[in-house]
């Protein structure tokens, strides 16, 4: 299946605040299209090899009356750089980098959320705020 993925290098010192801004994305992504999100903290016994923590972001669906997977952030801490050999020069010479991803959306998950939650009773489809610029304006694609 088809994804988008953001892919962070950085200085093992701020891998936990890039973490953070990775999620983030995704959440306020789902948010922005009216589009309700949880996030499940991944525990350690589930993590994936070289995953030092992940969280999934799971989108509501009123069809099936519950969350679904619809994006995954993870720290793979300097594990990936490792065996990549990706290093920082510092000062005090090179040190091994932190590489973090982020599916920041699936596209065929994205629309089933999407239109599951933007549904009105008479079929037609509300249009985010966002994404009315795009549609020339309008805020409902009738049937």
Known sequence: FEKQEMIVVCKPEESPMWFDKLWQNSVDFFRSLDIPVRTLECCSGDLADLKVKSVDVEAWSPRQKKYFEVGSCSNLGDAQARRLNIKIKGKDGNYL???????????????????????????????????????????????
Not at 110 to 118: S, V
Not at 120 to 139: A, N, V
């Open 97 to 143: 980098a932190h590489t973090l991803n982020n599916t920041v959306v699936a596209p065929p998950r994205m629309l089933i959320a999407f239109l599951e939650n933007n549904l009105q009773k008479d079929g037609s489809i509300r249009i985010p705020e966002p994404l009315r610029m795009y549609m020339g304006g309008k805020d409902v694609i009738k049937k």
